[in-house]
């Protein structure tokens, strides 16, 4: 039963920016644009109107600024650019050959916007932009702490965060998490204080602030929000599992405002779950329903005291090869279920529900702590890679490889050579495979290697290494480098981290991202290419950013990292040169709902559809 009346919308033109997605970007750019080549036939999809994500950065020597901007899939294949600085041309002909500009000896205070340049006819201005120092902070408002009912009082730090067009400029906004610092693991009894999810511009104006309220517990498995436009009207919305108290932007109150549900060890077993997408623009609420799959009996879910029960995911996901659709979650261990929600017309309506149920087959037992999406049998419609096991577009299992839990959870085109993309994914099962590298669409193994008698709870797949084709995969408990084509140890030496991957530099291969730093692979020692300043990472010992994405400027993308005393995201952007011309990874649709995902539980780097070239 609806426990809350949706609020009305305001109607507005819907702006469909139809997003050429890898496989049908290299006939729309053509060959002077280095474009993605995917392998999963993404269809034309309804996505974000973005502007040029014009930026400029000083370069860490003060000899210039940096200068870079998106190439958008809707550009002419044979588009360049003249940079402008202060109203002056500083280029001597048109830049074709990447979207960025150094501009040598220019004064730190320098203003910049960029004109595209079609068949030698210059069209009008872009937004124009100031020179930031190395990087751009965001300023932020900091919540009230509490006191819980045992006494014990707790603070604020910010924590995951996402991005989103809240209000159709063609800029992103960004939705930050609030943990209270009594945070919990499921494993752990306490109680905890209220989770908040804020709106900012980059500017930091704040739009809204949403406070989850006490039936809401905090830690990493409980809140998994989603900002994405599902309606196609040119705005995202936020989607979020909610319950009685949980108080919208506008100060609506949702259920029973009075409820208190937790237990004396602080969890929340018993009371009303709900999921609420709250408007974009002021955070009210839209619609709300009730949370699919209901908690039922807690035993059911694999224990009797609350932990499992309460281990929910959530992802975007194009199911019907043309439009988003909400994807939530709850249960991995054992039961798993996994529901797709559309949201239309100002209403939340149920398209499919999977249920593995509780008998051991299907996704029972398969789950990883995140979750991922993409097209993998190439329909141009996309499925559900639920660790070890993937959700048809329709809500049928596609496959299980049995291998069960994990930690990590890897999906693109690791492997060039063969068609269609990959999973990698580390297991946590003793006698299971310590990692496998299998078919996306079927399946079936491509490889894996010994049981390690062990909880294998780091493993990565990227392409980081040029002396070795397509891309590399290492472990925690597995030796070596080796290569996702082969299997075979291709260096001796790993990686100096198993946590995210970031394109950064100016070649095809991603660097590493881990804690507050950016390193660069060589198989005789990384190299440091970026430390972050006065910054911190999140989540314990997984030391993830804030968000890791292709937010401004060109095809590299940007980390955003909270500042130690959480007053700020401090958002880095790279400054290094590059040949290579590619359209924003935002508009590729793996990639797209990858950054929509990642602050699920385990946060995970997104992967887009295409290989590294």
């Keep these: 039963m609806k426990r809350f009346n949706r609020s009305a919308r305001i109607c507005v033109t819907p702006v469909l920016a139809m997003v050429l997605t890898a496989a049908a970007l290299t006939a729309a750019t053509g060959t002077a644009v280095s474009a993605p080549v995917s392998k999963s036939g993404q269809s034309l999809a309804q996505s974000e109107r973005l502007d040029r994500g014009l930026t400029s950065i000083r370069t860490a020597t003060g000899n210039g600024n940096f200068v870079s901007w998106r190439l958008l899939a809707t550009d002419a294949a044979d588009v360049a650019f003249n940079v402008y600085r202060d109203g002056g041309k500083v280029n001597s002909t048109p830049i074709s050959a990447a979207t960025s500009f150094l501009d040598a000896g220019a004064p730190a205070g320098a203003r910049y916007s960029v004109r595209p340049v079609v068949a030698g006819v210059e069209s009008a201005l872009a937004d124009e932009v100031g020179t930031l120092a190395t990087s751009q902070d965001v300023p932020l408002q900091i919540p009230p702490g509490g006191t819980t009912p045992s006494g014990e009082s707790y603070s604020y730090q910010a924590n995951d965060a996402s991005v989103g067009d809240l209000d159709g400029d063609g800029t992103w906004e960004i939705v930050l998490k609030w943990d209270p610092s009594n945070a919990k693991d499921n494993s752990q009894a306490g109680y905890t204080g209220n989770v908040h999810l804020d709106a900012y511009k980059l500017n930091g104006t704040r739009l809204w602030r949403i406070d989850l309220g006490r039936n809401i517990r905090a830690g990493a498995h409980y ?140 996704a029972y037992g398969q789950g990883a702590h995140s979750l991922s999406v993409a097209d993998v049998d190439a329909d141009g419609r996309d499925e559900i890679i639920y660790g070890a096991a993937t959700i048809d577009d329709n809500g049928s299992l596609l496959y299980r490889t049995g291998f069960g ?209």
């Design 223 to 362: 809140t998994q929000f989603q900002v994405f436009d599902y309606d196609g009207d040119g705005r995202a919305e936020v989607a979020v599992k909610t319950a009685d108290g949980t108080r919208s932007g506008t100060g609506q109150t949702i259920g029973n405002a009075s409820a208190d549900h937790r237990n004396s060890s602080g969890y929340v077993l018993a009371g009303p779950e709900y999921l609420t997408v709250f408007r974009g623009t002021d955070g009210a609420v839209l619609d709300t329903e009730n949370y699919v799959p209901a908690r039922g009996t807690v035993s059911s879910w694999g224990d009797s005291y609350g932990n499992r029960v309460d281990r929910f995911l959530a992802g975007t996901a194009y199911v019907d090869g043309s439009r988003p659709s909400i994807i939530m979650a709850r249960g991995y261990y054992t039961r798993a279920v996994v529901v797709a929600w559309d949201f239309r017309n100002g209403a939340l309506t149920r398209r499919w529900t999977y249920d593995s149920g509780t008998g051991g087959g299907g």
């Design 405 to 613: 839990h994990g930690d990590a959870l890897h999906v693109g085109d690791f492997v060039p050579s063969r068609q269609g993309l990959e999973v990698y994914m580390p297991h946590e099962s003793g006698n299971q495979p310590a990692e496998d590298l299998h078919d996306a669409r079927t399946g079936a193994v491509i490889r894996q290697a010994a049981a390690c008698n062990c909880d294998n709870g780091r493993g990565v797949a990227a392409d980081v290494w040029a002396g070795n084709p397509g891309a590399e995969v290492w472990s925690s408990a597995v030796g070596g480098l080796r290569s996702a084509t082969t299997g075979a140890q291709v260096a001796s030496r790993k990686p100096g981290s198993a946590n995210f991957v970031i394109w950064w530099d100016g070649d095809a291969q991603r660097e590493l991202l881990n804690g507050t730093t950016i390193d660069k692979y060589g198989t005789s020692g990384d190299t440091r290419l970026l430390t972050g300043s006065g910054v911190s990472s999140n989540n314990g010992t997984k030391s993830t950013p804030a968000l890791s994405a292709d937010i401004l400027g060109d095809w590299r993308e940007e980390v955003i990292w909270r500042t130690s005393d959480n007053t700020k995201l401090r958002i880095y952007s790279t400054t290094e040169p590059t040949s290579i011309r590619r359209v924003s990874l935002m508009q590729d649709r793996q990639y797209r709902v990858a950054v929509a995902w990642q602050n699920t539980a385990y946060n995970q780097p997104p992967h887009a559809s295409f290989a590294s070239p």
